[in-house]
């Protein structure tokens, strides 16, 4: 299996423990020039921005280590683009969260890091 199709498998295994949850999932793999979110929902009045990131064991650490500084960053101008083009007002709550898969085990961060720049 190639790693995009590995990728999309665990974002549709990320989507549905989400769902599960009771989360609305609004977009998958919302795409801009400066990059991708992998998964867009609304938890209660809540806008979420979730990273999904694998990794097939933990020897180099947890997944979620790779949303790194930098990461991020590109993630929050991502948000912000999404926020901008889909007329979200301002004042709605919003929060990355990152779904990190080591092997088959899933571990959920809410509100795992905060927006880095300006909305």
């Not at 795409?31 to 180099?60: M, P």
């Not at 509100?111 to 909305?119: T, V």
Request: hydrophobic fraction near 35%; include cysteine; aromatic fraction near 10%.
């Amino acid at each position: 299996m190639n790693t995009r199709a590995k990728g999309a498998e665990y974002e549709a295994r990320a989507a549905e423990f989400l769902e599960s949850r009771g989360y609305e999932i609004l977009e998958r793999n919302f795409r801009g020039a400066r990059g991708e979110i992998d998964l867009i929902a609304r938890q209660e009045n809540c806008l979420v921005f979730i990273e999904v990131k694998y990794r097939k064991t933990d020897r180099f650490g947890d997944a979620a280590a790779a949303v790194d500084p930098r990461k991020q960053q590109r993630l929050s101008k991502m948000a912000a683009f999404y926020c901008l083009s889909r007329r979200v007002p301002q004042e709605t709550p919003c929060r990355f969260d990152v779904i990190a898969v080591t092997g088959e085990k899933l571990t959920h961060y809410e509100n795992a890091f905060d927006f880095r720049g300006q909305r």
